[in-house]
């Protein structure tokens, strides 16, 4: 089993930026790919970004170069920056680790961006 805990949510003017932190509780962290999803009002859950055990990353097409997300194995920790925020970005942002079969989520933090 393991426990992500997201945090870094909150409400922020467009244009501005956050940083999401998710801590998780793995013991062999580096093994699992990590990643952030969200989920906007009325939406389905999408991919934000994803990034490997060796630091490979992968995002969604349209927030390349806004959003960027990074690990550190050593705090067992995931990021994601994300820049110039706009109001279509206000979701529950969602921390994933998969391994094999196994998928683990977070609880969620709210991301609300005001024009």
């Known amino acids: 089993q393991v426990h992500l805990v997201e945090s870094g949510g909150g409400l922020v003017q467009a244009g501005g930026s956050l940083r999401l932190s998710c801590a998780a509780s793995?013991?062999?962290?580096?093994?699992?790919?990590m990643g952030w999803y969200r989920r906007a009002p009325g939406k389905q859950r999408e991919l934000v970004a994803s990034?490997?055990?060796?630091?490979?990353?992968n995002y969604a097409d349209s927030l390349k170069g806004r959003f960027t997300i990074s690990r550190d194995n050593a705090e067992n920790t995931v990021y994601l920056q994300m820049n110039s925020l706009k109001p279509e970005d206000t979701a529950v942002y969602y921390c994933?680790?998969?391994?094999?079969?196994?998928?683990?989520w977070g609880q969620g933090t709210q991301v609300t961006v005001s024009s």
């Open positions: 994933n680790a998969k391994y094999s079969l196994f998928v683990y």
């Open positions: 793995a013991r062999i962290f580096n093994t699992y790919t």
């Open positions: 990034v490997t055990g060796s630091g490979t990353t």
